[in-house]
Structures are given as structure tokens and as C-alpha cells.
């Protein structure tokens, strides 16, 4: 059974860095894309980005110049870095892997809560 | 930028009744690139249709995607009481590689 595990800091200060990391069991990082989706409070999805083993990684161009994704394929996980926050990053991070077909985020974890305030 | 809107915004129906919720884009989009989601309170998201049609593994078959082109539609036949919940439609856009999400549908019970 595959499952995606979120972890890391649920409180950040604003202009800080938001360093999360997801932990892949079930199956290997090396195949397929792996995403980082948001949610903020009482909203909707927006996605963030993605990345394939191999490093190649494609990101929401709002969020470009912010983001950085990256694959640890020792560790079978991958991690989210989003730079300079403030208080519109608020939210719950979701990691998630492609799915059947592809196109489509076939797998989620179960989400973890991030406070961007001093 | 292709933007997908999702009607109605709540949706008010009883068990056992048919639902039908709209996604809408502004430019044609490729079927495969379009895709449905379930979320329910304090879970994440749950995959339920995929390439506009398809159902995802251990989706109950009351659950049906159809359309093409700009106009898509989520039909839940005979609602249960856990089909109550928030549905989001999902697009892939290749060129860039990027993921988009309608604004969802609450469907509430009556």
C-alpha cells in the first residue's frame, strides 16, 4: 500500500523559509511525478509544483520565483522549500503523486497545517 | 491562461437524488487533461475521475464524467449520505507543465 507522509514545521515567521518534506512508502520515488498541493483556510486547491526523480521539476509560475522542489531518492522522499512567506501562505500542504494515465494527482497524504505568524 | 468555473457554487440535494455538477473552461481542453477530485471535511482530496471519463480504482460506478471540449460534468446517480462534500475539477495544461483547479462545488444535503 503506497502512503505519503507530510512532515515539518506547522508554525513559520513571516519572511521566512517553509521547509516541508514528504516521506514516499509503497512504492519508489523513481517513477512518476510528485506534486505539492496547498489549501488555504476555507479555500480552494492550488498547486504548487512538481518533480521527477531525475530532478526536473515544473512549478505554478505565481509561485516560481519562491519555490524550490527537490528529490532525495536515497530517502525515497522529496521536499518543499517556499521562500520569503507571509501570512497568505496560511494553509494545509498536500504532497501527492501522479496518477493513473497521468495528468491527475491519483494519491495524496493526509495534509499538514502550516501558520505563517511571528 | 485557461481558467476552469465550476456551477453551481452549493448544491442542495436529498439522498438518493441526482447530481450534476459543471466545469467549464475558457479555451478547449483535452479530455485526458481533465479530471474530478472529492474532498470531504478535514481529508484531502480524493481522486474520482480521470481523462474526463475514467474512473479511479475503487470508485463506486454512481460516480460518471462526461463532456468535451470547453463543458464537463460530474453526475453522482443516487446520492449517498458520504457523497456529501466539496468537488473540485482539475486541468493539466502541458505547455507549461502545470495543474490548475476549479473553485469547487459544495454539495450539501437538503
Known amino acids: 500500500q503506497v502512503q505519503l507522509q507530510e512532515s515539518g514545521p506547522g508554525l513559520v515567521k513571516p519572511s521566512g523559509t517553509l521547509s516541508l518534506t514528504c516521506a514516499v512508502s509503497?512504492?519508489?520515488?523513481?517513477?512518476?511525478?510528485w506534486s505539492w498541493v496547498r489549501q488555504p483556510p476555507g479555500k480552494g486547491l492550488e498547486w504548487i509544483g512538481e518533480?521527477?526523480?531525475?530532478?526536473?521539476?515544473n512549478y505554478n509560475p505565481s509561485l516560481k520565483s519562491r519555490v524550490s522542489i527537490t528529490v532525495d531518492k536515497a530517502d525515497n522522499r522529496f521536499a518543499l522549500n517556499l521562500n520569503f512567506v507571509t501570512a497568505a501562505d496560511t494553509g494545509v500542504y498536500y504532497c501527492?503523486?501522479?496518477?493513473?494515465?497521468?495528468?491527475?494527482?491519483?494519491?495524496w497524504g493526509q495534509g499538514t497545517p502550516v501558520t505563517v505568524s511571528s | 491562461e485557461i481558467v476552469l468555473t465550476q456551477s453551481p457554487g452549493t448544491l442542495s440535494l436529498s439522498p438518493g437524488e441526482r447530481a450534476t455538477l459543471s466545469c467549464k473552461a475558457t479555451?478547449?481542453?483535452?479530455?485526458?487533461?481533465l479530471a474530478w477530485y472529492q474532498q470531504k471535511p478535514g481529508q484531502a482530496p480524493r481522486l474520482l475521475i480521470y481523462h474526463a471519463s475514467t474512473r479511479a480504482t475503487g470508485i463506486p460506478d454512481r460516480f460518471s464524467g462526461s463532456g468535451s471540449g470547453t463543458d464537463f460534468t460530474l453526475t453522482i446517480s443516487g446520492l449517498e449520505p458520504e457523497d456529501f462534500a466539496v468537488y473540485y475539477c482539475?486541468?493539466?495544461?502541458?505547455?507549461?507543465?502545470?495543474?490548475?483547479f476549479g473553485q469547487g462545488t459544495k454539495l450539501e444535503i437538503k
Open positions: 518533480i521527477y526523480h531525475d530532478g526536473s521539476t
Open positions: 479555451q478547449s481542453i483535452s479530455n485526458t487533461h
Open positions: 482539475q486541468l493539466y495544461v502541458t505547455s507549461p507543465p502545470t495543474y490548475s
Open positions: 509503497g512504492a519508489s520515488i523513481t517513477v512518476k511525478w
Open positions: 501527492a503523486r501522479e496518477g493513473d494515465g497521468g495528468y491527475n494527482l491519483g494519491l
